[in-house]
T-cell receptor, first 116, second 113 residues
């Protein structure tokens, strides 16, 4: 158990819908990262937040957005869902998020999203 | 484009064998390289490497970074069926367009009894 929690574990929805995935980082970790993992693409970095602010952006679609709240939990919002958005979404956390280190990331169990 | 390439993509060995997994990278501003093991669900952290030539060891697993060759290897000795997993290599990169942690596609290791 990494100490990172994600809810829900599974989510089944229809195309065009909107969903919210939630992540609570390990106690003391300030950075939260979101990843998408699909069979053909492997692990893709989406976005990072550090202490409430966006720190880095990866391959995140405009239909997706995220935020980190004052209590450091984070939410990933996926809208206008398409079949291709079906994937495992991981959240990870680390102590730091800058160039001074603390890059070891601890992964949550993931949310499996199925879009029908 | 920044990239991390792992080889082989898959590997089948028998218990007791020794395996070497490879990771090479081309990134804009390298900071460190990480190895993860992914079984059924979330990746679990194995090693973080920042300095060239210094071996990190944990039980039967060891890893080393070669910054000159832009590569790293992960060795597993006396493999066991419990080592069967996907091994992911990731590079921490600052300033690249793909975000700060770039993953390879992984090496799927299957250890037969």
């Amino acid at each position: 158990d990494s100490g990172v929690t994600q809810t829900p574990k599974h989510l089944i929805t229809a195309t065009g819908q909107r969903v919210t995935l939630r992540c609570s980082p390990r106690s003391g970790d300030l950075s939260v990262y979101w990843y998408q993992q699909s069979l053909d693409q492997g692990l893709q970095f989406l976005i990072q937040y550090y202490n409430g602010e966006e720190r880095a952006k990866g391959n995140i679609l405009e239909r997706f957005s995220a935020q980190q709240f004052p209590d450091l939990h984070s939410e990933l919002n996926l809208s206008s869902l398409e079949l291709g958005d079906s994937a495992l979404y991981f959240c990870a956390s680390s102590v730091a998020g800058g160039q001074k280190g603390g890059n070891e990331q601890f992964f949550g169990p993931g949310t499996r999203l199925t879009v029908l | 484009e920044d990239k991390v390439v792992q080889s082989p993509l898959s590997l089948v060995v028998h218990e007791g064998d020794t395996v070497t997994l490879n990771c090479s990278y081309e990134v804009t501003n390298f900071r460190s390289l990480l190895w993860y093991k992914q079984e059924k669900k979330a990746p679990t952290f194995l090693f973080m490497l920042t300095s060239s030539g210094i071996e990190k060891k944990s039980g039967r697993l060891s890893s080393i970074l070669d910054k000159k060759e832009l590569s790293s290897i992960l060795n597993i000795t006396a493999t066991q069926t419990g080592d069967s997993a996907i091994y992911l290599c990731a590079v921490v990169n600052y300033g690249g367009s793909q975000g700060n942690l770039i993953f390879g596609k992984g090496t799927k290791l299957s250890v037969k009894p």
